[in-house]
């Protein structure tokens, strides 16, 4: 028996004497450092999943969603996230496990977000300490992180006979990815120690360096410092390359906390914050963080089966919780926790751009304007026709940040609207701000069809002008909705029409009626080939750009097509389609509008889009690319992105 201690001490100082011996040096970790630009991400985990098992098993691993996820984490300046590997899935199916994980990584990839995979955890939050794979429970409400997967699991941690396995585990999936670029830490452990294991987890601990050094990857190495266990510190400070930490305390005890860990002369990340329930919060924490060139990596992205919004150790008699959510900063819908949040996120992390969609909701249809100093959207409510009985607006001074003004128009002011309210049209004569919209999507003998709203202000609140339909009928076979109201020299037309027929109408000078033509007409059919809704017309270098929306609304194949003519009645001669699904980033991009900065040549298409792999038929965006023209003066294709635009001040 001592004989066989005296072998295993001796391998575990070989261990220890090689993990120490191959660690970087302090000038090469730095050095490493300063080839980045500030780390700042979150903690991931998908938001259908209630443990780290679920994310990667067989059974749950949903790259749809991750995609999702992370567009939106790219979308606020994030560049790195935090995830922590599941043994038992690896022991199940190494080869799985592995092309799971290249999957995972090109998405991040995609997404230009880097990974920090932790290979261990210790913690364990509800009465399971050892992971079992397959389709995991569900969640039971009210309860912290309630299904909790550690990795490998509290038997195989403290029973070291099994520590040869967790060996290949590791060595397996390092060797795999020793020089990937997509992965920039090995987060070694997460949390050793937790969940009452004490001091019997440190065998692996110091296991796991040695074995990583074994590999020696591109990567540095890391364990995060996460408690006062002097002993397991202290493991950490003689072999990590880089100094990962956790700080859940206030900003007076996090600037501390950087101050003692400075002494090291090593690059510091703090690889989980944000606790707002101990005034751990954004607006105090992130910024110090970027002061101080430590990076930044909170938790965590968006709610979902773990409940980690719950305070730590809630449990479900103490429901409803009415506190402030302590993790996560999007609702499961992707509606953020705290816009303001999100503000100061995007701005340190020095997003420049809108991001898309511009802001949150389902909308579709966007009317953008520019009044005065500011830019305006005027969204139709993406639902069911019986739920789209009001108008929401938004304005902008810079394109990027978005203010929303609620139900600026609704059915209780307009008496002869009882559903459907669609695709608002917006301009503004003398000091009348006036929203012209659709209404019952009318079919032939009902009433319904297109109205007149009219205001003081640009947010409302809008009233009815007429107490009826502007137009009610259908002719030249035109359904009377997606109107748009165009202002040429001093006469204002309006085009509009669905069931792919389209008429120009004029308006009188107080837009409650319509008057003739020269020729005594009052309604011009201007339809042009493959014409389907959603008219709009701008004018640039005396041409006028007539464009429309092709395809089924509800489809991937939703368009944006156009034609250019001398007259503002036509004839419109299809040139073809300027804005188009995208595989890598959205289907259905179309039902647009254009804005144009006077006396530029900077134009902008305003339009709605699907995000990627959803189906619900009313999961509709609003987002915003530019417009470009070729020297000609044909509209080029438009890229849709995730980044949107530059900000840009009127």
Not at 100 to 115: A, E, M, P, Q, R
Request: hydrophobic share 35%.
């Amino acid at each position: 028996m001592k004989k066989i201690i005296y072998i295993t001490c001796f391998v575990i100082s070989i261990f220890n004497t090689f993990a120490q011996d191959n660690r970087w040096s302090e000038e090469k970790a730095n050095n490493w450092y300063k080839s980045f630009s500030w780390f700042t991400g979150v903690n991931y985990i998908p938001s259908d999943a209630i443990n780290y098992t679920a994310m990667w098993d067989k059974t749950g691993f949903n790259p749809a969603l991750i995609n999702k996820e992370l567009a939106i984490a790219q979308s606020i300046g994030f560049n790195c996230v935090r995830v922590v590997l599941q043994y038992a899935v690896y022991a199940d199916d190494p080869s799985y496990f592995i092309n799971t994980l290249d999957c995972f990584l090109d998405i991040c990839d995609k997404h230009g977000i880097k990974v920090m995979p932790a290979f261990f955890d210790d913690c364990a939050f509800g009465v399971n300490a050892d992971p079992i794979i397959g389709k995991q429970v569900e969640p039971l409400e009210g309860w912290y992180a309630w299904a909790w997967s550690p990795s490998p699991g509290h038997t195989l941690v403290v029973d070291q006979r099994f520590h040869p396995l967790l060996e290949n585990y590791v060595k397996d999936v390092m060797f795999k990815f020793r020089n990937d670029q997509r992965i920039f830490v090995w987060d070694l452990y997460n949390e050793p120690t937790n969940s009452n294991l004490g001091h019997r987890s440190l065998p692996l601990v110091k296991s796991v360096f040695a074995w990583a050094r074994e590999i020696n990857p591109i990567q540095p190495l890391t364990m995060d410092v996460w408690n006062d266990n002097k002993e397991l510190n202290n493991i950490v400070y003689e072999n990590a390359d880089i100094i990962s930490f956790y700080c859940y305390g206030k900003k007076e005890e996090m600037a501390r906390y950087i101050h003692r860990l400075r002494q090291y002369s090593r690059p510091l990340i703090c690889s989980e914050w944000m606790n707002r329930t101990t005034s751990s919060t954004v607006d105090d924490i992130m910024p110090l963080l970027k002061e101080k060139n430590v990076g930044s990596i909170l938790w965590g992205l968006v709610n979902g089966k773990t409940q980690t919004h719950l305070p730590w150790g809630f449990r479900p008699e103490k429901l409803p919780y009415t506190g402030i959510w302590q993790h996560n900063l999007y609702h499961s819908d992707f509606k953020p926790y705290n816009v303001s949040e999100i503000e100061v996120i995007k701005r340190l992390n020095g997003v420049i751009k809108s991001g898309n969609p511009v802001f949150y909701g389902w909308y579709a249809d966007p009317e953008g304007i520019i009044y005065d100093d500011t830019y305006w959207i005027y969204p139709t409510l993406s639902d069911a026709y019986e739920k789209q009985t009001f108008f929401d607006c938004f304005s902008s001074k810079d394109l990027v940040t978005w203010i929303k003004y609620a139900s600026i128009l609704d059915t209780s002011e307009v008496k002869w609207a009882k559903k459907a309210m669609w695709a608002p049209s917006v301009i503004r004569k003398g000091k009348k701000y006036y929203l012209f919209f659709g209404a019952n999507d009318v079919h032939e003998g009902e009433i319904g069809g297109i109205g007149v709203a009219v205001s003081n202000r640009p947010e409302g609140p809008y009233k009815d002008l007429l107490g009826r339909p502007l137009i009610n009928e259908i002719v030249n076979g035109a359904q009377p909705i997606d109107q748009f109201v165009f202002k040429d020299g001093n006469t204002y037309y309006m085009y509009y029409g669905g069931w792919q027929h389209c008429n120009i109408v004029k308006l009188n000078s107080d837009f409650t009626t319509l008057t003739s033509f020269s020729d005594g007409e009052i309604f011009k059919e201007v339809t042009p080939e493959g014409y389907v809704e959603g008219p709009f017309v701008f004018k640039k270098n005396k041409k006028y750009y007539f464009m429309w929306s092709e395809g089924g609304w509800t489809g991937p194949d939703y368009s944006v097509a156009y034609a250019i003519a001398d007259s503002p009645f036509g004839p419109f001669k299809r040139i073809g389609k300027i804005l188009q699904q995208d595989a890598a980033v959205a289907t259905g991009a179309g039902h647009h509008s254009v804005i144009h900065i006077p006396n530029t040549d900077d134009y902008y298409i305003v339009y709605h889009r699907r995000p990627l792999n959803d189906t619900h038929g009313n999961h509709r965006v609003v987002c915003i690319d530019k417009m470009t023209f070729d020297k000609e003066g044909k509209i080029l294709p438009v890229k849709i992105t995730f980044e949107g635009v530059e900000p840009h001040i009127l």
